[in-house]
């Protein structure tokens, strides 16, 4: 399995895989020396991202979601098993969270069968520090879900973003599905991305990167 993106530094490496038949972006953020590494949306496809864990020797400090829609999170548990990693998730997508066998039904896409529990919840403007590699800041963007959040980071030599399915390269997420609001979501993105520096890259849910000077002067969504 091969990155579709990636940043290599000193301190600091980022690798985007394509995971399951959605093909969501699961970043893997890891300190290049100790093998260290965060999971943003470890996707509902388990086996390859085990795999891959397995042959660069990881230690997972945490399995962070951006929402809880099936294909960002349906087999995070089945990770969370074998990694012994933390899972964690805003609050207000706790709902989808535990609906997620009536996802997978309505679906027909794969999630684990057991859903362990989510004892981390996070917080707006909540800052998540990994050794002394890696800073988040949790930024709560809803409109594609109510718990719906956005993952920035000044630990690169160009501040990062993950976006989620809340903003896409000249698109915006879907808000038609179960606590979906399109006025929230033009908000969230306004007050929380736009906001940031515009040399930051966008890494959003699906498909390729962006940076937040081109959707903010080209998104269609904003015109």
């Known amino acids: 399995m091969n990155p579709v993106y990636q940043i290599k530094g ?33 996707g509902n496809s388990a086996l390859p991202l085990l795999s891959l864990i397995k042959i660069k020797k990881y230690k997972i ?7 809880a829609h099936f294909d ?20 207000n997508d706790l709902f989808l969270y535990d609906t997620l066998h009536q996802q997978s039904a309505r679906f027909m896409e794969p999630v684990s069968s057991i859903l362990n ?36 980071t000044e630990n690169f030599e160009t501040p990062i973003v993950f976006t989620g399915d809340t903003l896409f390269h ?16 033009l908000d969230s993105i306004r007050s929380k991305i736009f ?8 890494i959003p849910g699906h498909e390729e990167e962006t940076s937040v000077g081109e959707e903010k002067g080209n998104n269609p969504y904003f015109k």
């Open 10 to 42: 000193k301190k600091i490496n980022l690798e985007v895989y394509a995971i399951g038949s959605l093909q969501i972006n699961c970043s893997i953020i890891s300190h290049p020396e100790t093998g260290e590494a965060v999971i943003i949306d470890p």
């Open 61 to 67: 400090l945490e399995l962070l979601h951006t929402h």
């Open 195 to 202: 906001t940031l520096p515009e040399k930051t890259i966008v």
């Open 117 to 152: 529990p989510i004892k981390h919840l996070l917080k707006d403007q909540e800052l998540l520090r990994y050794g002394d590699f890696l800073t988040l800041k949790v930024l709560h963007t809803p409109g594609h879900s109510p718990g719906g959040v956005s993952f920035y």
């Open 170 to 185: 000249g698109a915006i997420g879907r808000t038609d599905l179960p606590g979906g609001n399109a006025n929230l979501l």
């Open 72 to 91: 960002h999170i349906g087999q995070s548990s089945d990770i969370h098993i074998e990694t012994n990693a933390p899972m964690a998730l805003h609050g």
